[in-house]
């Protein structure tokens, strides 16, 4: 079906910028866009359906480009433990922190994790999402990483929003391995990431690099077995610590780095002569009350993209609105509406690998976009919380109205 979607505004977000076209039209067939530019230079075509979309503001469809959305379980109890004074260490000594969610991970059935990771995913979609990736990590063997990752790509199947799964085997060291992190990397890359990717069930490989969890010569071991298995990686770097993940990252072309508080120019260097995205967390720097801010200028002056996302997970950023992330990027880290509006379009799709086809309003990109009733683009990060009116649109299909 050819649709014609008019009287709008579009910040069409092409090169990374607004790119606004006012009085716009724009033309979708078979799930992508044929035609976009302003309403006068339309060309003569015969729509199946015209929709008048009220002199609304369009963007892309926003791009959750970091999420643990799959997970058993819930953490507010630590929440509140930590605000009476409860130090995370005892906390830990409890059982609790990621180890209470490996246990509960483990013990929900495929069913469960789906419907509840399909609630947060949902909270996110109504806020404009139609893209997001799936994290495994939370279940740090075979069989439980396997189970997170099905979730990830059922969540894909059935609702409608396009998924990119990551195993995050590397997040942690699962209790069975303690003390042996050695042992444990190399059952991930013997075993755990032929298996899933032979499942087909991993679109990409991540890790945390950091010094309570693995160090960068464990990660390059990682990275070195995705690439044997053509699969991109990804990387938790820099959120605690400076440990050069980040440069590691950009020696394996990776797709993104991600947190990245403690990295320093040379790593924004090497990122940026890589085409590594740099993904900004602002939830989790919001929860944990860091101080430490990402070096904005290094990554404006050695031109690495941004991006940002809700890195939504049970334990330090359990963030179900990406607008409101970008609220968080401007006050927190002073990025302009406008960065931080592609940090969540162009620049997270190219972070997902999909900067070919996603991220952007243009000419055989797919026709996921959002049709906000604001008054400017900058209202995004503007506004916090609430439920701005919009129409999201999902391959050329209304989602949200």
């Not at 979309?53 to 379980?73: N, Y």
């Not at 495994?136 to 059922?154: F, I, P, Q, T």
């Not at 396009?162 to 303690?178: F, G, I, N, Q």
Request: hydrophobic share 45%; charged share 20%; with cysteine.
């Amino acid at each position: 079906m050819k649709t014609l979607w008019q009287h709008c505004h579009v910040a069409s977000m092409a090169q990374g910028s607004y790119s606004i076209i006012e009085d716009a039209a724009m033309v979708t067939s078979a799930g992508h866009i044929e035609w976009i530019g302003p309403r006068q230079s339309l060309p003569a075509i015969t729509a199946d359906r015209t929709v008048d979309l009220g002199g609304a503001w369009v963007t892309p469809g926003l791009i959750d480009c970091h999420t643990h959305a799959v997970f058993g379980g819930n953490r507010s109890g630590e929440f509140e433990q930590r605000l009476q004074g409860v130090s995370y260490a005892d906390i830990a000594a409890q059982g609790g922190g990621i180890a209470s969610t490996v246990r509960a991970t483990r013990a929900a059935s495929e069913d469960e994790l789906f419907a509840s990771a399909r609630q947060r995913v949902q909270a996110l979609l109504r806020d404009g999402v139609t893209t997001l990736e799936v994290k495994s990590g939370y279940g740090l063997d075979l069989a439980n990483e396997r189970k997170m990752l099905k979730v990830a790509r059922r969540l894909g199947d059935e609702l409608p929003v396009t998924v990119r799964s990551t195993c995050l085997a590397a997040h942690a060291l699962p209790p069975e391995y303690k003390d042996r992190a050695d042992d444990y990397i190399t059952h991930i890359c013997d075993e755990m990431l032929p298996a899933l990717a032979a499942d087909g069930l991993v679109d990409a490989v991540d890790a945390f690099c950091e010094y309570l969890a693995f160090s960068p010569a464990q990660v390059e071991r990682v990275f070195i077995k995705a690439h044997e298995l053509k699969l991109p990686v990804k990387l938790h770097a820099e959120q605690l610590s400076s440990l050069a993940g980040s440069s590691l990252a950009a020696r394996y072309q990776a797709l993104s780095a991600d947190h990245l508080e403690f990295m320093t120019e040379d790593d924004a260097i090497a990122m940026a002569a890589a085409g590594t995205v740099a993904v900004l967390l602002p939830g989790a720097f919001y929860f944990l009350r860091e101080t430490q801010l990402p070096p904005m200028e290094a990554l404006r002056k050695h031109g690495v993209k941004i991006a940002i996302a809700s890195d939504l997970n049970p334990g330090t950023s359990p963030g179900l609105s990406l607008r409101l992330m970008l609220n968080m990027a401007c006050t927190l880290f002073r990025m302009t509406p406008e960065e931080a509006l592609a940090g969540v379009t162009l620049h997270a799709a190219t972070a997902l690998g999909l900067g070919h086809s996603h991220g952007s309003l243009e000419v055989g990109k797919v026709a996921d976009f959002v049709a906000w009733q604001i008054e400017r683009p900058a209202d995004l990060s503007y506004w916090l919380g609430g439920d701005l009116p919009k129409r999201v649109v999902r391959l050329g299909h209304e989602i949200f109205n």
